[in-house]
């Protein structure tokens, strides 16, 4: 059964740089039949998709956050992670990552979840 | 737009049926993914593609869609479907860009 986890700090001081890595298990980050993906929930908020990374390296941002928003992953460690620079209150959330799965072009879906972190930013 | 627009709550009597919608330019060209949060949980995937449950998601959910228009039905509605529901399709700029719907609380009376 896969698994992915988010491990990171719970707490981000403002203008800093958030940071957090998602290990995948029972199963390849390498396979192609998948994209990684991040996704964030402010308190009493809808979800927001940050981005997506292919185990290639190749990378979507969402436009609104695209100056501020890393991808990256590292194939031997079977993990991605996600660096998001300048922080505000605003980015305040529970961060998700989530195994996609691009069936054909026009059908995606997040299949496979973390359970999701808490990040706080404050001083 | 890169919008998914749902109601923001609906309710349904227990056993019941109700239908959930999203509506956005980007479904006229992309299917809908559905999720369904309870408190405190990650959102669980339950309908995607035309009408595809993941194992272990019961018969009672199904999509469908129709112009800018998908749909999430459950028929016969359980006390454990209480939740929010989100649609996820890729936006219509065709890039690989992504966007979520506003979320639907699903209230089962």
């Known amino acids: 059964q896969l698994q992915l986890q988010e491990s990171g700090p719970g707490l981000v001081k403002p203008s800093e740089t958030l940071s957090l890595t998602c290990t995948v298990s029972?199963?390849?980050?390498?396979?192609?039949?998948?994209?990684w993906g991040w996704i964030r929930q402010p308190p009493g908020k809808g979800l927001e998709w940050i981005g997506s990374?292919?185990?290639?390296?190749?990378?979507y941002y969402n436009p609104s956050l695209k100056s501020r928003v890393t991808i990256s992953v590292d194939t031997s460690k079977n993990q991605f992670s996600l660096k998001l620079s300048s922080v505000t209150a605003a980015d305040t959330a529970v961060y998700y990552c989530?195994?996609?799965?691009?069936?054909?072009?026009?059908?995606?879906?997040?299949?496979?979840w973390g359970q999701g972190t808490l990040v706080t930013v404050s001083s | 737009s890169s919008e998914l627009t749902q109601d923001p709550a609906v309710s349904v009597a227990l056993g019941q049926t109700v239908r959930i919608t999203c509506q956005g330019d980007?479904?006229?060209?992309?299917?809908a993914s559905w999720y369904q949060q309870k408190p405190g949980q990650a959102p669980v995937l339950v309908i995607y593609?035309?009408?595809n449950r993941p194992s272990g998601i019961p018969d009672r959910f199904s999509g469908s869609s129709s112009g800018n228009t998908a749909s999430l039905t459950i028929t016969g509605a359980q006390a454990e479907d209480e939740a929010d529901y989100y649609c996820?399709?890729?936006?219509?700029?065709?890039?690989?860009?992504?966007?979520f719907g506003t979320g639907t609380k699903v209230t089962v009376l």
């Open positions: 989530a195994r996609q799965k691009i069936v054909v072009v026009i059908t995606h879906c997040f299949d496979y």
């Open positions: 029972g199963g390849s980050i390498s396979s192609s039949s998948y994209y």
């Open positions: 990374i292919y185990y290639s390296g190749s990378t």
């Open positions: 980007s479904l006229r060209s992309y299917y």
């Open positions: 593609g035309k009408n």
């Open positions: 996820n399709s890729r936006d219509s700029s065709g890039n690989h860009h992504y966007v």
